[in-house]
């Protein structure tokens, strides 16, 4: 509603990025032939032969804009914002390409004919995001876009509604009054607009008014009494939005919807984003498989190493719990003597951990070959075996044991409403820094509270020169 820019702009946007990244591709192989013609490369193609590429390109560009919510809004930002948009959607769209190209093993375009698809995309789709902005704002001056705007309610909620419309909204609002149930507010001003009257005068006003929408901005106590006013709404078939408090403070997120004529309210504390949930998983498998296969090589040596150099198995199996408490079996790389979890009794009052989890900075179980492999992560490296039978993700909070889950508070026991992940906030932010196991709950509450594919890419390419750098031992 409020939110809600025009749907033609919106669509129009779309059909403009989309129309400019096949301009773009057709237009490179004419400008890779006069390059051919200065200094000869390559051999001649023929656009006809990447018709699957330019479909899959055009499908991966328009959600990797989706995901970063180019489409939402189109009042302009700044120049750089978009920049950024447009560098994020080039960049992981090359790799999402190259990566299902190698997988379904269908021809990709040469990597020349990319360059020079990438610089002429990069600058169509500047100017087209630039023309986009400036007709936005020419429609929003001309008054086009524009709603009528009865709000009923003239308290502390429909103040608040109305501050922060003025603040963010992409559209002006033409707020034509309000309504209150108090007489005594009749004729009066607030917020800029006139009281016009109370429930009762509410057919009239909107018989005298052209009236787009009406917001009820009331406590929630109150709406129960507003059934009567929604009804004439319906009958009048005029939009009606209710703005309620009776979720505010919370941070979970709410999705309405009618099931077998019902309407139902699903109120959930992990992101409502189900297709990028499922891109997610399908970033899960492709990448862990090919993970998997790249340093299977050097999981076999590690492997060897274990063996020769302490007694034990080679994996430690660890009891960890998961999405919605599920157990499950977690597996890495032994660093540890084979009876460390006698031992850990003994160390219990050195742990330099306030709270749940064990740790000591110089653990003496820890075996040689154990000290570099968590330098480097390497230990983890089996998990990547969870992560493609889909019981952990790449990203997400890390699984506590099932003896620490007994232990957890109440607050704590949300990290578990999302998969968890091979690395998170706390990978990234210094995990060997983190003293206090109520900052580490902290770190994972935030991821997900703040969930977007594009939080996911982030956390993975800064988790690259962590463990490179063996920055992350613990």
């Known amino acids: ?19 400019l990244t096949i301009t773009a591709f057709l237009t490179s192989f004419a400008i890779r032939e006069q390059l051919r013609t200065i200094q000869p490369f390559g051999k001649a193609i023929h656009p006809s032969e990447y018709y699957v590429s330019l479909s899959l390109i055009v499908l991966l560009w328009w959600l990797i804009f989706d995901v970063q919510d180019a489409y939402r809004g189109q009042r302009y930002t700044s120049f750089l914002h978009e920049v950024k948009l447009i560098v994020r959607t080039l960049f992981f769209g090359t790799v999402s390409l190259a990566i299902i190209g190698y997988f379904l093993k269908f021809h990709l375009p040469p990597r020349s004919l990319l360059v020079i698809f990438l610089l002429v995309n990069a600058t169509l789709l500047t100017l087209g995001k630039s023309f986009i902005h400036y007709l936005a704002e020419y429609l929003r001056l001309k008054g086009i876009n524009r709603k009528s705007v009865l709000v009923v309610g003239a308290g502390n909620q429909a103040r608040q509604f109305i501050q922060r419309i003025r603040q963010s909204v992409d559209w002006d609002l033409d707020l034509i009054g309000f309504i209150d149930k108090d007489p005594r507010k009749v004729g009066t001003k607030f917020c800029g607009a006139e009281v016009l009257g109370t429930p009762k005068d509410m057919q009239r006003i909107m018989h005298q008014c052209a009236i787009d929408e009406v917001v009820f901005a009331l406590p929630s106590y109150a709406l129960e009494e507003t059934q009567d006013l929604l009804a004439l709404c319906e009958q009048e078939g005029v939009k009606t939005v209710i703005v309620s408090n009776f979720f505010s403070g919370l941070i979970s997120k709410v999705q309405a919807e009618v099931i077998h004529g019902m309407p139902i309210l699903t109120y959930s504390t992990t992101p409502l984003k189900e297709w990028q949930l499922v891109v997610k998983r399908f970033f899960d498998m492709v990448i862990s498989t090919m993970l998997l296969t790249l340093f299977l090589p050097m999981m076999i040596l590690i492997a060897i190493l274990i063996k020769v150099t302490s007694p034990g198995p080679i994996l430690y199996r660890w009891q960890v719990v998961g999405l919605n408490k599920k157990r499950f079996t977690g597996y890495k790389f032994r660093t540890m003597v084979k009876n460390a979890d006698e031992l850990k009794q003994q160390l219990l009052d050195q742990n330099e951990m306030n709270g749940i989890v064990f740790k000591i900075k110089k653990d003496p179980r820890i075996t040689l070959i154990g000290h570099v492999l968590r330098k480097f992560s390497l230990d983890e490296l089996p998990q990547l075996w969870s992560v493609l039978k889909g019981h952990m993700s790449l990203v997400g909070p890390r699984p506590p044991l099932v003896s620490e889950l007994e232990q957890f508070e109440s607050w704590h026991r949300r ?34 509270d703040n969930w977007s594919l594009w939080l996911d890419f982030k956390i993975l390419l800064k ?5 490179v750098l063996g920055r992350g031992a613990e």
């Open 463 to 467: 988790t690259i020169p962590v463990v």
């Open 1 to 19: 509603m409020i939110k809600q820019q025009s749907v033609y702009l919106r669509f129009m946007a779309q059909v403009l990025d989309v129309g």
């Open 415 to 448: 990290k578990l409403s999302v998969k968890p992940g091979m690395t998170c906030l706390w990978q990234i932010r210094g995990r060997s820094k983190i003293r206090d196991f109520d900052d580490w709950v902290k770190l994972d509450l935030e991821y997900i």
